[in-house]
């Protein structure tokens, strides 16, 4: 990857790095515990605007699911980008990425949907973007959001 900075490599792609979202509860966006990043659940947020909310394959389609994962990345991403001073040398990986998907009881595509968000991070990271993942699905999520993320990421020593 020749592109230097989270951010330019995001440029690249026709993305940009989003800014932070204010946490909807007590808790705090992130935290780093030793090497390791812990990134709370996030909404498919930009600019605190929920871009996606219904559930997918009633509302929404499998396209429209993982563009909204596709924006939980990228707040993933914003909040990496802010605790490495956006260079992404000083990610080891992406270790674990957990998604939950709005949708009903018989949908069965979670994993399709979730695409969105893991197909980013190695697009930006490369290697380093590739990552243990759960799917899974709810009947229904905070603000009527359509999906939510977290993730896992191992930063250098």
């Given amino acids: 990857m020749t592109a230097r900075t989270i951010s330019s490599r ?3 792609l026709g993305l940009s790095l989003p800014s932070s979202n204010t946490p909807r509860g007590g808790y705090v966006p992130f935290m780093k515990v030793d090497n390791l990043l812990f990134i709370a659940g996030q909404a498919p947020r930009l600019d605190g605007v929920l871009k996606f909310a219904g559930k997918v394959g009633v509302d929404l389609s499998i396209e429209q699911g993982q563009e909204a994962a596709r924006i939980c990345g990228l707040n993933i991403l914003g909040h990496l980008a802010q605790v490495v001073g956006d260079d992404p040398d000083k990610v080891v990986c992406i270790a674990r990425v957990a998604g939950v998907v709005n949708c009903r ?3 069965e ?4 949907v979730l695409d969105g968000a893991s197909e980013l991070f ?3 990271l490369g290697d380093a973007g590739r990552h243990v993942r759960i799917a899974t699905g709810a009947s229904s999520l905070p603000s009527r959001m359509a999906v939510e993320v977290e993730a896992i990421i191992r930063l250098c020593d």
């Fill in 105 to 107: 009881e018989d949908f």
């Fill in 122 to 124: 190695t697009s930006v």
């Fill in 109 to 112: 595509l979670h994993s399709k």
């Fill in 10 to 12: 995001l440029l690249s």
